[in-house]
C-alpha cells in the first residue's frame, strides 16, 4: 500500500515539474515566438518554444523507428552521431524501404493503422501527397524560422512545414572519352538537338527524371518541346542507370544522358579503364528535395524523431551522408559536395513547389517522346 502510494506521489511529482519546464519556456520565449505558436496552434500544429523541451520529452522516450529512404551504409554511422549527440537515445531501428512495391505496401499498412510501430518515414515522389496526408503536425518550419530547431528553411516544405529533406540529388551527363572528346560533349542540354547527334548516338532513359528537372529553369511548355525533339533524335531508349552506366564505361554507347552525378562518380572510381567522366551542363538539374521524411501521426516517439530529423540536416549529419550516402547532402548545405560543384552555375533545382508536381511532369514528359501504342 505504501509503495502505491509513493509511486503514486513520484508520478504526480514528475508531471507537475514537467508543466513547470513547459510553463518556464512558455515565458522565456520571445513575443515574436509566443504569437508563432498561437499561431501554429491555431491552424492544427504542435509548436514548441525551446530545443531543451524537446530533449526533456525525447529523453523520456528513448527510442526511435524509422522506416528510411537512405542507403543502408548510411544507418550505423548516423545512428552513432546521433546516439553521441543524445546519449539517451540507446533504443534506435532503421530500416530501408526501396521501390514503387515497398512503397505501395507500407502506405496500405499506413492506411490501415498497421504501421504503429514507426515513428518516421520515408515520403516517395510517386506518392508524395498520400503520405503526407499521415504525418504528425509538427510546425517544423515555424520552429526552424524561430531558431528552436536548426534546419535551413529551404529544407521545410513551406507549405507542409512537417517535411524535411536531406539530400540532393543532381543530374550530368556520362560519357567516355575514348569514342567521344571532352569538347564534343554537349555544354547544354540544346547541344543534344543538334544534327551530330541524332540516330543513336547517345542513350536516354525512359524514366524522364533528367528531363523533368529542367522544369523549375525552364517551365513546362519548354522542356515538353524539347522533350519532343530530342525523341525525334532517335535515341537509344533504355531503363536502369546501373546497366547503362556500365555499357558507357565499357564502350558500348558514347554519351548517357542524365544519369544521377553520385552513380557516375562511384562508377568512376571503380572504372580501371578510366575513359568513364561526366559534365555539368547547364542549368544544373537536379532535386533539392531528393528523400523527404516526415513523422508518422501514429508515432510513438514523436519528440525523439523530430531531434533525428534535426540531425539528418546537422553539420555532423550532413557530413555523414557526404561520406557514406555518399555525394548526397543536401544543397542547402555550405560545403557539401553538390553545393560546391554547383557553385556559379545555373540551375533548375525541383524544390517543394515541384516536388508533389515531378510525377505529372514525368507523366506528360512520357507521352511528348510519342512511344508509339499497341492496336487495340
Known amino acids: 500500500m505504501r509503495i502505491t502510494v509513493l509511486n503514486k506521489i513520484v508520478v504526480s511529482f514528475t508531471l507537475l515539474l514537467s ?56 544507418y550505423k554511422p548516423l545512428m ?34 498497421q504501421a504503429k510501430r514507426w515513428d518516421i518515414t520515408f515520403i516517395p515522389v510517386d506518392s508524395p501527397k498520400e503520405y503526407m496526408r499521415y504525418t504528425m503536425k509538427h510546425d517544423i518550419f515555424g520552429m526552424a524560422k524561430h531558431g528552436v530547431l536548426k534546419i535551413h528553411p529551404g529544407m521545410i ?61 525552364w517551365g513546362l511548355e519548354r522542356t515538353l518541346d524539347f522533350a519532343r525533339k530530342i525523341a525525334a533524335q532517335q535515341p537509344v ?38 575513359n568513364l567522366s561526366y559534365k555539368l551542363a547547364e542549368p544544373v538539374p537536379g532535386r533539392a528535395v531528393d528523400s523527404p521524411h516526415g513523422i508518422l501521426n501514429t508515432a510513438d516517439h514523436p519528440h525523439a524523431a523530430l531531434l533525428w530529423l534535426e540531425f539528418m540536416v546537422s553539420p555532423e549529419g550532413q557530413e555523414i551522408i557526404d561520406k557514406y550516402e555518399p555525394l548526397r547532402a543536401s544543397v542547402y548545405t555550405h560545403g557539401s559536395v553538390t553545393e560546391q560543384v554547383t557553385r556559379g552555375k545555373e540551375r533548375s533545382m525541383v524544390d517543394w513547389d515541384h516536388f508533389t508536381k515531378f510525377q505529372e511532369y514525368m507523366g506528360k514528359i512520357i507521352e511528348a517522346y510519342g512511344f508509339p501504342k499497341a492496336d487495340k
Open 237 to 274: 531508349w533504355a531503363r536502369g542507370g546501373t546497366r547503362v552506366t556500365t555499357a558507357v564505361a565499357a564502350g558500348e554507347y558514347p554519351l548517357y544522358y542524365g544519369p544521377n552525378y553520385v552513380n557516375i562518380r562511384m562508377a568512376m572510381s571503380k572504372d580501371p579503364t578510366g
Open 157 to 217: 516544405h513551406l507549405g507542409e512545414r512537417n517535411i524535411i529533406t536531406a539530400t540532393s540529388t543532381l543530374q550530368v551527363i556520362a560519357y567516355n572519352r575514348k569514342l567521344i572528346s571532352d569538347d564534343k560533349v554537349p555544354a547544354k542540354w540544346e547541344d543534344f538537338l543538334k544534327p551530330e547527334f541524332k540516330g543513336r548516338k547517345f542513350v536516354l532513359d525512359i524514366r524522364p527524371i533528367g528531363v523533368a528537372s529542367l522544369v523549375p529553369a
Open 19 to 74: 508543466l513547470m519546464l513547459a510553463t518556464t519556456h512558455v515565458l522565456a520565449a520571445s513575443p515574436a515566438m509566443l504569437e508563432a505558436k498561437q499561431e501554429a496552434e491555431a491552424k492544427g500544429y504542435i509548436f514548441f518554444t525551446a530545443h531543451d523541451e524537446i530533449v526533456a520529452m525525447a529523453k523520456k522516450e528513448g527510442k526511435l523507428r524509422v522506416m528510411f529512404g537512405l542507403n543502408p551504409p548510411t
Open 80 to 113: 552513432n552521431g546521433f546516439k553521441q549527440k543524445y546519449p539517451f537515445m540507446t533504443d534506435i531501428h532503421v530500416e530501408e524501404i526501396r521501390g514503387e512495391p515497398a512503397y505501395q505496401k507500407f502506405l496500405l499498412e499506413i492506411k490501415a493503422g
